[in-house]
């Protein structure tokens, strides 16, 4: 049984909840990064709640909240940058990278950064 077959208040979840926790696999991984970085201790939960409210609160958010992961994300980067952990740079370089290997690798197989075309071999 899924939690879709469990219908009431029986099933013990908000109304609404057979829509997906993420719109997107990328936002799944983005909030599993940050747990695990949290977990090995590179930052506290309150500095990432600062660094996400920063994020969040800035003016060109979207006020229906669509825009929260990409704003999640930036938070995270925010934070490691100021760590000194992951340059803005080298993200965006290692961000780039990984769209040429998305772009360069043949529908069906998994995209892997050796299929950048740039990539030194």
């Known amino acids: 049984m899924n939690r879709r ?24 991984e983005a ?6 970085l949290h977990d090995k201790g590179l930052f506290s939960w309150s500095e990432w709640a600062d660094a996400l409210s920063a994020e969040v609160k800035r ?7 669509h825009d929260y992961y990409e704003h999640w994300l930036a ?8 760590k000194g952990l992951a340059a803005k740079p080298d993200v965006d370089a290692m961000a780039r ?7 360069a ?3 069906g197989k998994p ?4 299929n950048d075309p740039r990539a030194d071999n």
């Open 111 to 114: 995209i892997l950064l050796d």
């Open 5 to 28: 077959e469990v219908k009431g208040p029986a099933a013990g979840l908000p109304a609404g909840l057979d829509a997906p926790v993420f719109a997107a696999p990328w936002q799944a």
């Open 31 to 36: 909030f599993a990064m940050t747990v695990a």
């Open 105 to 107: 690798t043949p529908h």
């Open 97 to 103: 990278a990984w769209e040429r290997a998305a772009h």
């Open 59 to 65: 003016p060109d958010a979207a006020a229906d909240g």
């Open 75 to 82: 938070a995270l980067e925010t934070l490691l940058a100021s």
